[in-house]
């Protein structure tokens, strides 16, 4: 399903990103991960070679937000994690984002990161 698809992951849990790791490669996906949204900005000069991220939402924080649109902007598609199953985007995502809600499973997981790629 994620076949040759570039994956980022951002999630400050490790066993959590382990898991997403595991199953990304499984499908088929390459993935990098990193515990912030912040961090993502040191690599925005390769943004362009990513189609998914699979983030935790940014916190009410403006800059994750803007990190997070400016992802979007760039063309990946993005899947959310959260443990707030009522989590939503707000004013800085335009479009609509799937939601995992943690603890997910794999086909969850693959269900949402489908959906995100289709759209």
């Not at 994620?2 to 992951?9: F, H, N, P, S």
């Not at 999630?11 to 990103?17: F, Q, S, V």
């Not at 989590?87 to 809600?101: A, D, E, M, N, R």
Request: net charge negative; aromatic share 6%; glycine share 4%.
């Amino acid at each position: 399903m994620l076949a040759g698809v570039d994956v980022l992951i951002i999630e400050d849990e490790a066993l959590i990103a382990l898991d997403i790791e595991l199953l990304v490669e499984e499908s088929g996906g390459r993935s990098l991960t990193l515990p912030s949204l912040r961090e993502a900005v040191l690599l925005r000069d390769r943004w362009a070679s990513y189609k998914l991220a699979i983030i935790n939402p940014p916190n009410a924080d403006l800059a994750e937000e803007v990190i997070a649109r400016a992802m979007q902007d760039a063309g990946i598609r993005l899947v959310l994690n959260s443990a707030d199953r009522y989590y939503h985007p707000g004013s800085w995502s335009p479009q609509p984002i799937p939601l995992v809600v943690k603890p997910f499973t794999e086909t969850e997981l693959l269900a949402a990161c489908r959906q995100a790629l289709a759209h």
